[in-house]
C-alpha cells in the first residue's frame, strides 16, 4: 500500500531563511504525482507545487522549490526567503493516474519568527 | 467566482442522527472528493468521484455514503453518526483528478458528534 511520511511535526524558521520540510513516500506505480499543500490559519488548502514522477526536473514556483529524489522516495519542499505569511500547515500527497486515489501526509507546522 | 461550497460550515449533533453535509462546484469538474482531517492524522480521504455515478472508496469509507447525481454536486451522508466521526471535514474538485490542475477546496465543516 503506498504511504506518505512527513516526520517533523513541527519546524520554525527565522524570518529571510530558509527551511526545508521533509516528505517521504513509498509506492510500487511508475506514474504518479506529488503535492505540497498549505494550510494556513483559515483552514483554506492552498497548492503550493507540485511534481511529476517522470520529469527529472525538480519543480520550483517563486520562492517554493522541491528536492525530488525518486530513487530515495523522497520529496522535500525548500522556501526560501521565508515569509511570515509562510507559516502554516503543510502537507505532502501522492496520487497516481491508474486510481487518482490521494494519501496525504500528517502535515508539518511550520512557524515563522519574526 | 470559481469554488466549491460546503454546507453547513459547522454542526453538532447526537449520535445516530442522520446527517447530509452538501457540496457543490461551479467550475465543471469531473473529479470530486471528501477528506477528513484530524489532528496527528494529516487527511485521509473518504470517497471520490472520477464523474457522474462512478464513486470509489478512499482510505476511511466506514461509516460514510456518498453519491453523484450529477455533476455539480457531490453530498457526503452519515446514515448513523458516532462520536468518532468528529472531525473536519473538506470537499475538493478537479478536473481530471487534479493531476495537471490543483484540488479546489471547500472552506471545510466541522462535524461534532456528541
Known amino acids: 500500500a503506498q504511504t506518505v511520511t512527513q516526520s517533523q511535526p513541527e519546524m520554525s524558521v527565522q524570518e529571510a531563511e530558509t527551511v526545508t520540510l521533509s516528505c517521504t513516500y513509498d509506492?510500487?506505480?511508475?506514474?504518479?504525482?506529488l503535492f505540497w499543500y498549505k494550510q494556513p490559519p483559515s483552514r483554506q488548502m492552498i497548492l503550493v507545487i507540485r511534481?511529476?514522477?517522470?520529469?527529472?526536473q525538480n519543480a520550483t514556483e517563486n520562492r517554493f522549490s522541491v528536492n525530488f529524489q525518486k530513487a530515495a522516495k523522497s520529496f522535500s519542499l525548500k522556501i526560501s526567503d521565508s515569509q511570515l505569511g509562510d507559516a502554516a500547515m503543510y502537507f505532502c500527497a501522492y496520487t497516481t493516474s491508474g486510481t487518482y486515489k490521494y494519501i496525504f501526509g500528517t502535515g508539518t507546522r511550520l512557524k515563522v519568527l519574526a | 467566482e470559481a469554488q466549491v461550497t460546503q454546507n453547513p460550515r459547522y454542526l453538532i449533533t447526537v449520535t445516530g442522527k442522520k446527517l447530509t453535509v452538501t457540496c457543490s462546484q461551479n467550475?465543471?469538474?469531473?473529479?470530486m472528493s471528501w477528506y477528513r482531517q484530524d489532528p496527528g492524522l494529516g487527511l485521509r480521504q473518504i470517497y471520490y468521484s472520477m464523474n457522474v455515478e462512478v464513486t470509489d472508496k478512499g482510505d476511511v469509507p466506514e461509516g460514510y455514503k456518498v453519491s453523484r447525481k450529477e455533476k455539480r454536486n457531490f453530498p457526503l451522508i452519515l446514515e448513523s453518526p458516532s462520536p468518532n466521526q468528529t472531525s473536519l471535514y473538506f470537499c475538493?474538485?478537479?478536473?481530471?483528478?487534479?493531476?495537471?490542475?490543483?484540488?479546489?477546496f471547500g472552506d471545510g465543516t466541522r462535524l461534532s458528534i456528541l
Open positions: 475538493a474538485s478537479s478536473p481530471l483528478g487534479g493531476l495537471n490542475q490543483p484540488q479546489h
Open positions: 509506492t510500487s506505480e511508475s506514474d504518479y504525482y
Open positions: 467550475m465543471n469538474h469531473e473529479y
Open positions: 511534481q511529476e514522477a517522470y520529469k527529472q
